[in-house]
T-cell receptor, first 115, second 109 residues
């Protein structure tokens, strides 16, 4: 149980375009979803926390107009990287938390490359 | 402020035992997590401690001392596949995870 999927697993896009990443909890209801970014050989950096039906809370230094997060249902959250630039190339990982548990279940991650 | 400290890198020999330490300072405390992350992959859950003491799970054990703000992950009978980064994360009073930078564990034959 407690499976989280992400789509796509890899994406290459051109500078200036937008990319949407989906995060789904497959067998539980995720009241809270988290979006992380990880650069090579660095630790996870929390970008934002989203609760179903409400606006996401962004960490300091993360541009909310550039990284649009939508958590429309208890099983789906999306992250849209708008007007992507090469410096946005990174490994984006989502995690989801069950309303009955404090453990975060991680998706497999999405590797974004902006050319 | 909130802070997690763990060693950057450790090296151990196949078949041996290694202990990865983690100290934490958080606003409130709701438990300590350990995750394993292989290169290019997402983290996977290893353990959760909220009470003092040792939790054993197969070859892996995790220890917590709340009074000392200290935890360790103990890996026994090391295998080459255990080469990975090990992330320590403390949950604060808002149930948010505060992450350490991770410890890269290198296993040598």
């Amino acid at each position: 149980g407690a499976v989280v999927s992400q789509h796509p697993s890899r994406v290459i896009c051109k500078s200036g375009t937008s990319v949407k990443i989906e995060c789904r909890s497959l067998d539980f209801q995720a009241t809270t979803m988290f979006w992380y970014r990880q650069f090579p050989k660095q630790s996870l950096m929390l970008m934002a926390t989203s609760n179903e039906g409400s606006k996401a809370t962004y960490e300091q230094g993360v541009e909310k107009d550039k990284f649009l997060i939508n958590h429309a249902s208890l099983t789906l959250s999306t992250l849209t990287v708008t007007s992507a630039h090469p410096e946005d190339s990174s490994f984006y990982i989502c995690s989801a938390r069950d309303r009955t548990d404090y453990e975060q279940y991680f998706g497999p991650g999405t590797r974004l490359t902006v050319t | 402020g909130q802070n997690i400290d763990q060693p950057t890198e450790m090296t151990a020999t196949e078949g041996a035992i290694v202990q990865i330490n983690c100290t934490y300072q958080t606003s409130g405390f709701n438990g300590l997590f350990w995750y394993q992350q292989h290169a290019g992959e997402a983290p996977t859950f290893l353990s959760y401690n909220v009470l003092d003491g040792l939790e054993e799970k197969g070859r892996f054990s995790s220890f917590l001392s709340r009074s000392k703000g200290y935890s360790y992950l103990l890996l026994k009978e090391l295998q080459m596949k255990d080469s990975a980064s090990y992330l320590c994360a403390a949950m604060d009073s808002n149930y948010q995870l505060i992450w350490g930078a991770g410890t890269k564990l290198i296993i040598k034959p």
